[in-house]
């Protein structure tokens, strides 16, 4: 977040995807450019924060839940998204790999405050 600034030469994010909005949103605001968007995708609680810094921006807050993706859009997404692996554009980190007999461990990983990276079940 504290380089935002800078890699944006002071303009700020055009657009910041959330993961983590309750613990997130208010400093996403704070870094959004001019008509920036926020779209989120993870919450786990309520949130609390500045409308003001919304109206700053004159920002977009949009929700979004794949489970209301089409068909059609999804499967473009994961063409998109393994092409960008394939040409190694996307470097995703892996937090921690569970054996499937231990999905409820991997489970309790993801929701801890703990959790960093992606956490991979290995169902081999």
């Known amino acids: 977040m504290d380089r935002v600034t800078d890699l944006t030469h002071g303009q700020g994010a ?10 997130n949103l208010e400093a996403d ?4 450019a001019k008509y ?3 779209v989120i995708v993870g919450s786990r609680g309520v949130i609390e924060f500045t409308p003001r810094l919304t109206m700053i921006a004159e920002a977009d807050i949009r929700g979004m839940a794949v489970w209301n993706t089409s068909e059609a859009a999804a499967s473009e997404a994961i063409s998109a998204v393994s092409d960008y692996l394939a040409r190694g554009v996307l470097h995703p980190v892996v937090g921690a790999i569970f054996p499937l007999q231990e999905a409820t461990a991997a489970h309790e990983r993801i929701l801890s405050t703990h959790a960093t990276g992606k956490v991979v079940l290995d169902c081999s």
């Open 14 to 23: 055009d657009l910041v995807i959330e993961m983590l909005a309750d613990a």
């Open 29 to 32: 605001l704070k870094i959004l």
């Open 36 to 38: 920036g968007r926020v």
